[in-house]
């Protein structure tokens, strides 16, 4: 029975998670997600109660992985860490989650939405359940980086998670090449936004 709910539940989160990437939170009807999914309205509304909590579910099930590899890294910077160190345990990790093949593409547009949409909910679950992770990188940046007056870090720190959005979508105009492997394309674009974000974090 339990295997049989895990399955069903899995299942509208996929399905859940594609419509949201495609048609946007306000577009993806639960209709849709049923009917893709292949179970009734009454399971969305026993494994998640609500629309909302459905968004809420297909985010968690994927930040919190994210974050948790996050947080890793940051424990195995060591006593004093570079801030190339503190940017690679920032970027790696979501690079990595974008490329993985188990629907990663599709949750970088899923979050691609969430940043057009302005959905002041998602805005507020985020902020309380994942804000704890970006403080921690902020304070070491502030560590690393003493001549930033706090909000000026902040910025920064908003436009590189902005750019690693945009490197994580893999939209750009480098495309992988040829005999190029997903992981060494993946690697070429974190050592680039590393080195691109450190010289923008430092600048006077």
């Known amino acids: ?27 993806a009807s639960l209709r849709q997600v049923t009917s893709a999914a292949n179970v009734n309205l009454a399971a969305v509304n026993y494994h998640f109660g609500s629309k909302d909590k459905l968004i809420e579910e297909v985010f968690r099930r994927r930040l919190d992985e994210l974050n948790k590899r996050r947080l890793l890294a940051l424990d195995q910077l060591g006593e ?15 690079l990595e989650l974008a490329r993985e093949g188990d629907g990663g593409g599709a949750f970088v547009r899923v979050l691609a939405r969430a940043y057009a949409e302005h959905n002041d909910q998602l805005r507020k679950f985020l902020s309380e359940n994942y804000g704890h992770v970006l403080k921690q990188f902020a304070k070491i940046f502030a560590t690393l980086l003493p001549h930033l007056p706090r909000e000026e870090l902040y910025w920064r720190i908003d436009i590189v998670a902005g750019a690693l959005t945009y490197a994580m979508a893999d939209f750009g105009i480098i495309q992988r090449r040829e005999g190029v492997t997903e992981q060494q394309h993946r690697e070429q674009a974190a050592e680039h936004l590393i080195r691109f974000a450190a010289a923008g974090l430092r600048a006077e």
């Open 1 to 27: 029975m339990a295997s049989s709910q895990f399955s069903t539940k899995q299942r509208i989160l996929e399905a859940a998670e594609t419509l949201f990437a495609r048609h946007g939170f306000a577009g």
């Open 80 to 94: 004093a860490p570079t801030l190339e160190d503190a940017l690679a345990a920032f970027i790696r990790p979501a």
